[in-house]
């Protein structure tokens, strides 16, 4: 009895989730900016905060100080600075950088050995109610590749995971996650090598509510996935012909519809950004590796606009990560 109400008040988060019309979103505007993490060569431990102005191409550097460590995420950005999730060999760390001064505050900060626990770049996601970073990672010497929920908590100082039982994620090295504050959910993008399917994996920081899989049998692994300001999650993947394939995921019937696609393919390490109920595509028409357009892509209205961009930075050297106007 008691699981079978646990299962039904995650169907009602989960229903708020994808379907909130209680609470009207304001009209957003579509992003500007494309903010990322590069190195100034392939080899390089001077990391540059990079903000990217899709509409003219034009790119701004911000030297990063040397002792916050590596860059893992964004998770947050505004007109006077932006909050990262960094590491070096002996902690992981949330600081909030001035982007005139490049002076950071240290908002959290947990002592580990590094080593011992492999993350996935620009998939962290912060709860404050818990105070508890989420990752999908593996611990190294746990005799495999076996992908988990990486539990990050500050106020314990204690790092943990969480099984994915129910799907085998040996060796899945595309899994990504994402974590949505509104609804205190973290969505992981899983795939079985066993059955080739696609699963995402939810999972809510409310003790009471059981995570929970959706698997989407009909598609082909997305290494990517993105979700708007409406709660709908989409999947982005190239396609064997070459394309850019954007598809949505409805939970509520683990079905799948095409909203976008491209006759290009994508390039980099994240092809899409979200912003309000945009999305920015990333893909590469030419082949060259400086030369990629940037489409915006209006989800309400199907509209897109495409910007070409001259002056990518070199795609081996670091990634983007988050969008904002």
């Known amino acids: 009895m008691k699981m079978f109400i646990t299962n039904i008040l995650f169907g009602l988060i989960l229903f708020v989730a994808l379907n909130n019309s209680t609470t009207v979103a304001p009209e957003s505007q579509p992003p500007n900016y494309l903010w990322g993490v590069y190195s100034t060569t392939a080899y390089s431990s001077n990391f540059n905060l990079t903000r990217l102005t899709i509409a003219s191409g034009k790119i701004d550097y911000y030297l990063l100080p040397t002792d916050v460590g590596k860059p893992f995420d964004i998770l947050a950005v505004n007109e006077t600075s932006i909050t990262m999730v960094c590491g070096d060999v002996i902690s992981i760390n ?60 500050f106020t314990s100082q204690r790092v943990g995971n969480i099984q994915f039982n129910g799907v085998n994620t040996t060796n899945d090295y595309g899994a990504t996650g994402l974590f949505n504050p509104s609804v205190d959910m973290y969505f992981a993008n899983l795939y079985s090598v066993e059955s080739s399917t696609p699963y995402v994996y939810a999972y809510s920081t409310i003790p ?14 997305f290494p990517f996935m993105v979700q708007i300001e409406d709660g709908a999650l989409y999947g982005v993947y190239n396609s064997y012909a ?3 394939m954007v598809y949505e995921l409805n939970l ?8 976008y696609h491209s006759k290009n393919a994508y390039s980099g390490r ?4 979200t912003y309000g109920h945009y999305m ?46």
């Open 280 to 325: 920015v595509l990333i893909s590469n028409p030419t082949g060259d590796e400086f030369s990629f357009t940037a489409t915006i892509f209006n989800t309400k209205n199907k509209r897109q606009k495409d910007y070409n961009i001259e002056s990518y930075p070199y795609l081996s050297t670091g990634n983007f990560y988050i969008a904002s106007v």
């Open 94 to 153: 949330i600081y909030e950088i001035d982007l005139q001064t490049m002076e950071y505050n240290t908002l959290q900060s947990l002592s580990y050995n590094t080593n011992s626990v492999q993350v996935t770049l620009g998939s962290f996601g912060y709860d404050e109610t818990t105070n508890t970073l989420f990752n999908v990672g593996y611990f190294a010497n746990g005799g495999g590749y076996k992908m988990s929920l990486l539990t990050f908590n």
């Open 242 to 244: 070459g394309y850019l």
């Open 252 to 259: 509520n019937t683990n079905k799948t519809s095409l909203v």
């Open 208 to 221: 009471s509510v059981n995570p929970s899989f959706y698997s989407f049998p009909n598609l082909t692994q």
């Open 270 to 273: 994240s092809p899409a950004f």
